[in-house]
């Protein structure tokens, strides 16, 4: 799990940024898994939109990106209809980072936030959402 950058292709030279992180784990470090009504990802490069998909960030979908030193910024949201998440029907993440050229796929310096919002849904979650990137 977490944001790679892939060695160039030995053909082709192209390399990819893949972003793999689970939107909806729980506080347990259970990735999970859900209907969604849609899902957007998108990739900006120095601010510049580069890519955009509708992968919830499974790492399906990979970016292709430059071999240049860049800042880039990862943004996923996704929906998902209220039968099934009443207490939190739309889940947003961005992470931004540095990255360039390397010689081996990379994991990236990306990094989430752990938080245990106050709910009286008896539906919420008990446990803090949490997830793990390295």
């Known amino acids: 799990m977490g944001v790679f950058r892939t060695a160039p292709d030995p053909d082709t030279g192209e390399q990819r940024l893949v972003g793999a992180l689970p939107l909806l784990a729980d506080g347990e470090g259970h990735a999970g898994s859900t209907r969604y009504t849609s899902a957007t990802s998108a ?39 209220a039968d099934v998440a009443a207490a939190s029907t739309r889940v947003d993440a961005g992470f931004t980072f540095r990255s360039k050229q390397v010689a081996a796929t990379t994991a990236l310096p990306v990094s989430t936030v752990r938080f245990a919002p106050p709910s009286t849904s008896p539906r919420a979650f008990p446990r803090a959402f949490r997830s793990w990137c390295r």
């Open 43 to 81: 990739l900006y490069r120095d601010g510049v939109e580069v890519g955009r998909n509708d992968d919830p960030l499974s790492g399906s979908q990979p970016f292709t990106v430059g071999a240049a030193d860049a800042e880039y910024r990862l943004t996923a949201s996704v929906e998902r209809p």
